[in-house]
Nanobody
Framework: QVQLVESGGGLVQPGGSLRLSCAAS????????MGWYRQAPGKQRELVVS???????SYADSVKGRFTISRDNAKNTVYLQMSSLKLEDTAVYYC???????????????WGQGTQVTVSS
């Protein structure tokens, strides 16, 4: 029943900005963590940034200082503000959430469908 719905992807010029959104819906007891991954053609999926329940964040070195993750707990939504975009940022970006649906259950990973971000001149 849990779904992650993404928005905000698209085409942008180098140096430009995009803001991605990901909203989790369905019955959710607790979201332990949320984050963004990306996968470029021919490459492995990699973690871009994550945010824990305490608000702590972890960024990939390649995006530090350029990307910012934020969340709205009331809306079960996480955002990724991307600035100073580079050609190498081109990838499919996936929203991820570690969710415990019920108090008696264990947490499990859920994924969005992915959204294309293309940085090109």
């Amino acid at each position: 029943q849990v779904q992650l719905v993404e928005s905000g992807g698209g085409l942008v010029q180098p140096g430009g900005s995009l803001r991605l959104s990901c909203a989790a819906s369905g019955y959710i007891f607790r979201i332990d963590a949320m984050g963004w991954y990306r996968q470029a053609p021919g490459k492995q999926r990699e973690l871009v940034v994550s945010i824990g329940s305490s608000g702590s964040t972890s960024y990939a070195d390649s995006v530090k200082g350029r990307f910012t993750i934020s969340r709205d707990n009331a809306k079960n939504t996480v955002y990724l503000q991307m600035s100073s975009l580079k050609l190498e940022d081109t990838a499919v970006y996936y929203c991820n959430a570690l969710i415990r649906r019920y108090s008696s259950s264990l947490s499990a990973d859920y994924w969005g469908q992915g959204t294309q971000v293309t940085v090109s001149s």
